[in-house]
C-alpha cells in the first residue's frame, strides 16, 4: 500500500522513494528471529545475542508507557528513512544544531563470523 498523499507534504521530492511498510525486508514475523538465532548459533554468537521479543516488547511498552495519545517523531537518516518498516504520518526534513551525521556503530552482524 503506498503512503497517503499527505505524508509528503512537506517533502515532496521523497514520494516514491520511500519503501511502504507493507514491502519492507524489516519487517518481518517471529519466524525469521528463529532463522536469525540459528544462523546466530552456527557461527558460534554467544547466548542473549540479542533481545528476546517478550524483553523487546516489554521495553517498548515501558518507553511509550503514557505516550500512547502523544505523536512519537523520530529523527532518522540512512536506512530508516528509505526503509522505515513504520506505517508514519509525515516526513520532515530536521536539523540538529550542534550534532553531525556519523556512522560508527559497531554492527558484526552479517559481517562475517563472530570471532
Known amino acids: 500500500m503506498p ?3 499527505h505524508v509528503f507534504q512537506h517533502t ?4 516514491g522513494l520511500i519503501t511502504p511498510p507493507d514491502c519492507s525486508e524489516m519487517r518481518f ?22 533481545m528476546d521479543h517478550d524483553d523487546r516488547e516489554a521495553n517498548r511498552q515501558a518507553v511509550l508507557a ?3 495519545d502523544q505523536d512519537l517523531w523520530v529523527f ?3 536506512s530508516l528513512i528509505w526503509d522505515p518498516a513504520v506505517y508514519v504520518e509525515e516526513y520532515r526534513r530536521g536539523v540538529l544544531s550542534g550534532w553531525r551525521r556519523s ?3 559497531l554492527l558484526e552482524g552479517g559481517r562475517g ?3
Open 76 to 78: 532518522a537518516y540512512g
Open 103 to 105: 556512522f560508527c556503530m
Open 3 to 5: 503512503f497517503p498523499e
Open 66 to 68: 503514557g505516550r500512547w
Open 29 to 50: 514475523g517471529l519466524e525469521r528471529f528463529a532463522e536469525l538465532d540459528q544462523q546466530a548459533e552456527e557461527e558460534g554468537w554467544p547466548a542473549g545475542w540479542r
Open 12 to 15: 515532496p521530492a521523497l514520494r
Open 113 to 115: 563470523s563472530h570471532d
